[in-house]
């Protein structure tokens, strides 16, 4: 063998050797991180896909009455209507007795055999007209649209076509194209599934006489808002028609559909007056409608309390179901529960019957007790013995303030300042919100701006950072549709991500990510969230949010997100 022959082949096994090294390393890497991360997860609360401890016979309740909603399969269609006019369900009980996880719980599980479940919850800081409603309208015809076309969907189909062409068929079929254009109005998440437009005598005028969403407290009547919007009282009459009519022709599709309202206590007179219209109209027979509320905000004189006193006045038979605190006995199994422990522990026990004690039982703040806990290194995960382990006189001595919000705030403050920063604008953008809406504001919002709009206590403790955001370069791209990886670009316009302020408060419980779709766990966290901003610049810069959400909107999608903007 010539020198250059022997010198190739060693070149060549010295270049095979190297890359076997470099592979051995990288998987010895990937190796570690999980093993870290697996560390890592053994060492956190298990605080999600949590069970429901002590509601096993409201769920049971719940179920039933879902499956009463099918019983017009096993009888005709008159039977059907005469056992099912005139039905609702009630959910009451305090903030953190967990009444929207009952729910859930008790009737989110049923898509799988043939029923739908739609939501939407009102907003204390907006009060939009019909706003719960029509999100719960728009979760449902997402469920039609978007699900239906899934391979191996959770939805039927007749004839080989889909259950959204067919619904969309018959609603051009039965309905004008006023009514149409008027539900596009007042359902505009539903414009998909209505079908195209048609021309009809609507003049697209008048929606300039409808104002700006109310905010409480503005001392502003929302009735005026809503005839103005609507048209005057007969034009609600023909509205409320439309969407029964509307809602007929989905049901009739399905086994049942269930429309959860929640926070009901924040609602609108329009809303109350549609659900009463659609509740005592049976011919809408597999439609359940359930709401739920917190009783200690629904006073006797309280609109909803009039509108439930006026519909049992009308003979209708409302399931009334209420949500308590926690026994200790239920506490020590949710407790046991987040530790990954047995709760025949002693130590367990002790320790939960200390929470239920200092939190009365409260779900909620049972969780965010523990949470504190750990946050303050009061409760560890121990390797050596391979369980969590606390001091239970620092425990003790803990002391619990009835202000959640005041918790969360604290809590929140010890986040990185660029994760505080995102639950700022997501706090202004709604109780559900998009990572896209979120990261476009961040994008066009100066870093001073900003820091001003913190609170003096959170403001003191960031470093100054000068200059301004780097702008979008086109107005026209759509909020909508831009694509998460590739907007996550840091404020100077450097390569970076907001993944890891998205990690964090996912991970700390804030929030619930679901790809672009993201949502707070609970009004008091949105609204803790909110209190970081400061009192004087929280209409500055809620403006500031709306000016740049109404130049990044193109025309098309600003039309059914018009509200969020406005407000």
Not at 33 to 42: H, L, M, T, V
Not at 161 to 178: C, H, N, P, T, V
Not at 367 to 389: A, I, Q
Not at 522 to 535: C, G, K, T, V
Request: hydrophobic content about 40%.
């Amino acid at each position: 063998m010539s020198t250059t022959s022997h010198c190739s082949s060693l070149r060549g096994s010295n270049s095979s050797s190297t890359r076997h090294l470099a592979e051995i390393v990288v998987t010895a890497a990937e190796s570690s991180r999980n093993i870290n991360k697996q560390i890592s997860n053994i060492a956190q609360l298990r605080l999600s896909n949590m069970q429901l401890h002590g509601r096993d016979d409201d769920i049971k309740l719940l179920r039933r009455k879902l499956r009463e909603t099918a019983k017009k399969d096993d009888c005709d269609e008159e039977d059907a209507v005469k056992n099912h006019v005139g039905e609702m369900i009630l959910v009451s009980g305090t903030s953190g007795t967990g009444k929207s996880a009952l729910i859930n719980k008790g009737l989110g599980v049923g898509a799988n055999r043939g029923y739908i479940f739609a939501s939407g919850k009102f907003e204390h800081k907006l009060l939009r007209p019909l706003s719960a409603f029509s999100d719960a309208m728009t979760c449902l015809a997402k469920c039609i649209t978007v699900e239906n076309n899934k391979k191996g969907g959770l939805l039927p189909s007749s004839g080989g076509q889909s259950i959204a062409a067919l619904i969309r068929d018959k609603i051009q079929k039965e309905f004008d194209g006023e009514d149409v254009e008027q539900l596009r109005r007042v359902l505009p998440g539903c414009a998909e599934l209505l079908g195209a437009r048609r021309h009809s005598l609507f003049c697209p005028s008048s929606v300039a006489n409808a104002t700006v969403p109310l905010r409480r407290g503005s001392g502003s009547r929302l009735g005026s808002f809503s005839l103005n919007l609507l048209g005057g009282k007969e034009s609600i009459s023909r509205m409320h028609f439309a969407v029964r009519r509307l809602l007929k022709i989905i049901c009739s599709q399905f086994k049942g559909v269930v429309l959860f309202i929640d926070d009901l206590q924040w609602s609108d007179t329009a809303t109350l007056d549609l659900l009463k219209s659609i509740v005592l109209d049976g011919d809408i027979p597999s439609l359940l409608i359930v709401g739920a509320y917190r009783e200690d905000e629904v006073p006797e004189h309280h609109p909803l309390a009039f509108h439930i006193r006026e519909l049992e006045e009308l003979n209708v038979s409302i399931t009334k179901i209420k949500i308590d605190n926690l026994s200790v006995g239920y506490a020590i199994s949710l407790v046991a529960e987040a530790l990954g422990m047995d709760d025949d522990d002693s130590k367990v026990k002790s320790l939960a019957e200390t929470i239920h004690r200092k939190t009365e039982g409260n779900p909620f703040f049972i969780l965010m007790f523990l949470r504190s806990l750990y946050d303050e290194k009061l409760l560890k995960y121990n390797f050596g013995v391979m369980k969590w382990t606390w001091d239970e006189d620092a425990v003790n001595s803990k002391i619990v303030t009835e202000n959640v919000a005041s918790v969360l705030v604290n809590k929140m403050n010890r986040l990185q300042d660029e994760t505080q920063r995102m639950l700022m604008v997501a706090s202004c953008l709604g109780a559900t919100f998009r990572l896209s809406a979120v990261m476009t504001v961040m994008k066009n919002i100066s870093q001073v701006e900003m820091r001003d709009s913190m609170k003096s206590s959170m403001r003191d403790s960031m470093k100054s950072v000068s200059g301004t955001a780097s702008l979008m370069r086109s107005s026209s791209v759509s909020l909508l549709s831009l694509d998460l990886s590739n907007a996550c670009i840091d404020q100077d316009g450097s390569d970076s991500s907001y993944a890891s302020s998205i990690e964090e408060f996912e991970g700390e419980g804030l929030c619930e990510v679901d790809n672009e779709e993201c949502r707070f766990m609970h009004d008091q966290i949105q609204s803790a969230a909110f209190e970081l901003i400061s009192p004087e610049q929280r209409d500055s810069f809620r403006g500031r949010i709306g000016s740049i959400l109404l130049r990044s909107l193109p025309q098309e999608e600003l039309e059914t997100s018009l509200f969020e903007v406005v407000d």
